[in-house]
Every structure is written in structure tokens, then in C-alpha cells.
């Protein structure tokens, strides 16, 4: 893929791999692209978990529910990152929150998981982002310190299968021009 739209419109979320390995080098540029993606105030707050371990992969598998379809991706993808992040560093001035919305962990780490996702889809590997688990359970799989709160977690790997992409609201639907409700033509 040559652009970043074709990067961003090609991207698919992936449940179902291959075997094959995640070459040491493709993992370096992955992280890269988390190290370069924007944070507030620049504190890079993220921490990622990289796991490979077949019984780590399982018992991870085991913190979500059962109806959830990235079930057998967690198993059967080569790795799974678990993106992460220290407590009460971005939004924070002198230990005080200084937005209404407190801290702002979970939007830099959208921001590197989207930076993961992109990077991932770059040299044509797959990605699906969970985030229904139980999130104190995986924190103890991942032995995590009390500072540090998982997020999300990311299998990765080759994928299987080539799925369509999935519909899309229309610009008209969502733009809206100088004030809300003026949408865009």
C-alpha cells in the first residue's frame, strides 16, 4: 500500500491468521509507529505487552467473554499486544486533571493503537482491536503494576482471509458546517 488513504481505507479488522511469524523488524517499525504517535503534552504515557506465549494467549482468551468474536484471534494470532497505560500522567499538571474529561490516557492510546493498526496494515498484517474483557483480570496475566492500566489488546498477525469493507456513513451524515446541525453538502 502506497498512501496513508490507502492504508486507512484498506485496513480491515482481522479474526483469523496464519502461522506464520511476525518478522522481528515488521515489530520494530509497529513500535516505531507507536513511539512517533501524538500524546498530550508529549508524556507518552503507553506501554505495550507483547505476548507470545501460547499459555499467556489462553488464559488471556479466558478474560473475555465467550460471545466475543475476536475469541479464537487471541489464540491463534502469533502475537497479541496489550496497549497499555500509566495512570494519571497524560492530562495532568502537577498531579491535577486539568480537563473536564480527567485523564487523557485513553485518547493517546487510541492514538497509538490507531498508529499500531496502520503501521500493522502497512506490511500487510492484521489487526482487530478488543476491548470488552475484564480488564483487572488481564492486568494480573500481564502482572502489571498498580500504575499501569491495559486498555485494549491487539492480536497480530497474517491474515487468513480478506474481508470487504464495511459500510460507511455518508460526509452529509456526520460534517457539519460552523454550527451543529448545518450539514455538509
Known sequence: MDTV??????????????????????LEDIFAAVRWAPSWA??????????SDQQIKEQLQGVLSPKNPACLAMINAP????????????GFYKGEAVTRHGDWKLYDLGL???NILLA??????????????????AAGILALPEDVEVVTLVPLGYPDHAPGPPGRKALAEFVHRNQYGSLHE
Open 5 to 26: 488513504m490507502e492504508v486507512i481505507t484498506g485496513r480491515r479488522s482481522i479474526r483469523r491468521y496464519t502461522s506464520e511469524d511476525v518478522p522481528p523488524q515488521v
Open 42 to 51: 508529549n508524556t507518552q504515557c503507553w506501554e505495550i505487552v507483547v505476548v
Open 79 to 90: 502475537l497479541v499486544l496489550a496497549v497499555c497505560g500509566k495512570n494519571k500522567v497524560s
Open 112 to 114: 497509538a493503537t490507531q
Open 120 to 137: 500493522a496494515a502497512s506490511h500487510g498484517l492484521g489487526t482487530v482491536v478488543v476491548g470488552a474483557f475484564d480488564h483487572e483480570k
